[in-house]
């Protein structure tokens, strides 16, 4: 199968406008019933996160939102606030520019600074979690010290493949730079944690992605865990975190409190 096939999980999934519309009326819900507070990063429009704070003194973790770096916005996601809020867990949802209006490289150092803004003014991010594009950027900012543990929802930790897909026309990297921002290639840092969780209907592409780095980051040293969720595809592999009651949002909530 072709690399484009491999990671165009829109085709892949043909109902994917119905998980969408769910995350969509979720977010609204989410917002209606506690509205969060917004917080600017940055001078851009998109440099802002949302706060769905959990309390004075909540331990708090940060969800990065996919979209291949070229779609979607911190507003789809406020429904996963819920989930956490109810186990005394405050929540923050960044934005970042897309690209092709910026690189890939601005948009890491973006969310660099989103969290170390949280370190400033509202406490250390206990966990970064991310979802596709997310799960890569959640490993970047665990390779960067940011934060000692981090979740993948299936991720894209070696870029390179990218490079000879469609999705490129957007990204515009080549093959060294791709190299450059992959974190699988990246020296982890002693004691941390990283999660790599992936969708058992993904293609074997994301499969191997988030297997390769749990072993490589692993074999360095890296507190790693590999789980493929039986049944969930590269949208739905989300579904279990807007359950309070789900082993994933309890997962989530034990390396927060750690």
Known sequence: MSL?????????VPDHPLTFARWQESAAAARAATPPVGLAYGPGPRHRLDLFAAG???PLAVFLH???????DKGWFSGLAPALNAHGVSLAIPSYDLCPDVTLAEILSQVTAAVD???????????????????????????????????AYSGVFQLEPLVETRLNAGL???????RVLS???????AGTMLDCRVGGDESAEFLRQ??????????GGVDTRYAALEGLNHFT???PLFDPASAEVARLVGLVRG
């Open 4 to 12: 484009d096939a491999e990671y165009d999980n829109r085709a892949r």
């Open 210 to 219: 988030s297997l390769d780095m749990a072993a490589a980051w692993g074999a």
């Open 117 to 151: 803004l949280l370190v400033r003014e509202v406490a250390a991010p206990a966990l970064v979690f991310g979802h596709s594009a997310g799960g890569h950027m959640a490993a970047w900012l665990l390779a960067e010290s940011r934060v000692d543990r981090a979740v």
């Open 237 to 239: 592999v989300l579904d």
């Open 172 to 178: 515009r990297l080549d093959a060294p730079t791709a």
């Open 66 to 72: 996919g979209g291949y770096w070229q779609a979607l």
């Open 56 to 58: 004075e003194g909540a």
């Open 183 to 189: 974190p699988r290639f990246r020296s982890p840092p």
